[in-house]
């Protein structure tokens, strides 16, 4: 009897669904839970699945193991033929204990986490995947950027002179004999991107995807993290380094995109929502909670934050008469910036399809 391959994944939400993918056993519970979780954008998700087992023949049906801490991650190296880490370490201590490792998945791109040179000594592959769904988020934040700079939110299908009224605009026409009749609305405060600076507040994987995206629109986005990037990596982008306090002072583009946890709720407070120059707009697609509800509340109704880009709430689902939806210029979305669906799962299925390729 063949011997199924033994894969060591992170626990982490996505990450963990390798193991129903690549299950021999059916759980009806979990099968009807995850086609509810796709439903909206994948109507077949038992088609969609015998596809992405199909395109990575061989590796299905495989043991998953799942390892939401570092010693679980080592116990399971120990007869892993492949291991899928998101941010917990694969190091020469966890080569060390591994005897059948073939391969190392990154899931994603950047391979701090992973000893690359100890991995090439033992003859282990190294991989990784460009996730398409943050690709999704770093769009979605480019959008919401976009919206808030050009008044999409206030002006979007306005075009009569009821409505622009109503709007609270004072629309009129121009005297075409000398001028043009461009923005006849008279809609004040639009901005333009180019020579603006966006500053990214974490260049993990999905900051590097915002920096790209900001770089081709002309601005000059500067960054700040625990960790500087190497010179090299900072040209690539490019992008510049400063200090989390002057990233406030000189941008006019803040997106924080931090995991949330103890160190980083919070993160943006009063104080350094004060700090941001004033009309500066905050684009916030990563947690809420990064940002201090009610000094947040305090900056928009002040004048001094010029605008908000939210997509993760405080609560899910939020409330209607939550005093953030009052504000003309905040958008906010119900955590949608990622989708559709069948990024994360395209993900995952290269994912697969990749372990196939390299353990055969």
Same mark, same amino acid.
């Given at each position: 009897?063949?011997?199924?391959?033994?894969?060591?994944?992170?626990?982490? #939400?996505?990450?963990?669904?390798?193991? $129903?993918?690549?299950?021999?056993?059916?759980?009806?519970?979990?099968?009807?839970?995850?086609?509810?979780? !796709?439903?909206?954008?994948?109507?077949?998700? #038992?088609? @969609?699945?015998?596809?992405?087992?199909?395109?990575?023949?061989?590796?299905?049906?495989?043991? !998953?193991?799942?390892?939401?801490?570092?010693?679980?991650?080592?116990?399971?190296?120990?007869?892993?033929?492949?291991?899928?880490?998101?941010?917990?370490?694969?190091?020469?201590?966890?080569?060390?204990?591994?005897?059948?490792?073939?391969?190392?998945?990154?899931?994603?791109?950047?391979?701090?986490?992973?000893?690359?040179?100890? &991995?090439?000594?033992?003859?282990?592959?190294?991989?990784?995947?460009?996730?398409? $769904?943050?690709?999704? &988020?770093?769009?979605?934040?480019?959008?919401?950027?976009?919206?808030?700079?050009?008044?999409?939110?206030?002006?979007?299908?306005?075009?009569?002179?009821?409505?622009?009224?109503?709007?609270?605009? =004072?629309?009129?026409?121009?005297?075409?004999?000398?001028?043009?009749?461009?923005? @006849?609305?008279?809609?004040?405060?639009?901005?333009?991107?180019?020579?603006?600076?966006?500053?990214?507040?974490?260049?993990?994987?999905?900051?590097?995807?915002?920096?790209?995206?900001?770089?081709?629109?002309?601005?000059?986005?500067?960054?700040?993290? *625990?960790?500087?990037?190497?010179?090299?990596?900072?040209?690539?982008?490019?992008?510049?380094?400063?200090?989390?306090?002057?990233?406030?002072?000189?941008?006019? @583009?803040?997106?924080?995109?931090?995991?949330?946890?103890?160190?980083?709720?919070?993160?943006?407070?009063?104080?350094?929502?004060?700090?941001?120059? *004033?009309?500066?707009?905050?684009?916030?697609? =990563?947690?809420?909670?990064?940002?201090?509800?009610?000094?947040?509340?305090?900056?928009?109704?002040?004048?001094?934050?010029?605008?908000?880009?939210?997509?993760?709430?405080?609560?899910?689902?939020?409330?209607?008469?939550?005093?953030?939806?009052?504000?003309?210029?905040?958008?906010?979305?119900?955590?949608?910036?990622?989708?559709?669906?069948?990024?994360?799962?395209?993900?995952?299925?290269?994912?697969?399809?990749?372990?196939?390729?390299?353990?055969?």
């Amino acid at each position: 009897m063949t011997r199924r391959p033994v894969i060591a994944v992170e626990n982490d #939400p996505f990450p963990r669904l390798l193991q $129903a993918f690549l299950d021999a056993e059916e759980v009806p519970e979990r099968t009807a839970a995850i086609a509810d979780f !796709v439903a909206h954008d994948i109507a077949d998700y #038992p088609a @969609w699945l015998g596809r992405a087992r199909e395109r990575a023949q061989g590796l299905y049906p495989a043991e !998953v193991r799942l390892a939401s801490t570092q010693a679980e991650l080592q116990a399971a190296f120990r007869d892993a033929d492949a291991v899928v880490t998101e941010s917990l370490r694969v190091g020469a201590e966890e080569l060390g204990i591994a005897r059948r490792l073939r391969v190392v998945h990154k899931y994603g791109t950047i391979l701090r986490n992973i000893d690359v040179a100890a &991995c090439s000594e033992r003859g282990i592959k190294v991989l990784r995947v460009r996730r398409r $769904a943050n690709i999704a &988020c770093a769009e979605y934040a480019m959008g919401l950027m976009l919206a808030l700079a050009k008044k999409l939110n206030r002006s979007g299908s306005l075009i009569t002179m009821e409505q622009l009224r109503a709007a609270g605009y =004072a629309p009129r026409r121009f005297d075409a004999r000398y001028t043009s009749n461009s923005n @006849w609305a008279r809609i004040g405060g639009l901005r333009t991107l180019h020579e603006s600076t966006l500053g990214i507040i974490g260049l993990g994987e999905i900051g590097r995807e915002v920096a790209i995206r900001g770089v081709a629109f002309g601005m000059r986005v500067v960054y700040y993290q *625990r960790t500087r990037l190497p010179d090299a990596e900072e040209r690539h982008y490019p992008v510049e380094y400063r200090p989390l306090d002057q990233l406030l002072v000189e941008s006019d @583009w803040v997106f924080p995109l931090l995991p949330s946890n103890a160190a980083t709720r919070g993160i943006i407070d009063r104080v350094r929502l004060a700090r941001m120059k *004033r009309g500066a707009c905050l684009v916030n697609v =990563a947690r809420a909670e990064l940002v201090d509800r009610a000094a947040l509340l305090e900056a928009l109704a002040s004048g001094h934050l010029g605008g908000l880009g939210l997509d993760t709430f405080y609560e899910e689902p939020g409330n209607s008469d939550d005093p953030l939806l009052k504000f003309d210029n905040a958008i906010i979305t119900p955590r949608i910036a990622a989708q559709p669906r069948f990024n994360a799962f395209g993900d995952l299925a290269q994912v697969m399809a990749q372990l196939a390729e390299a353990l055969r």
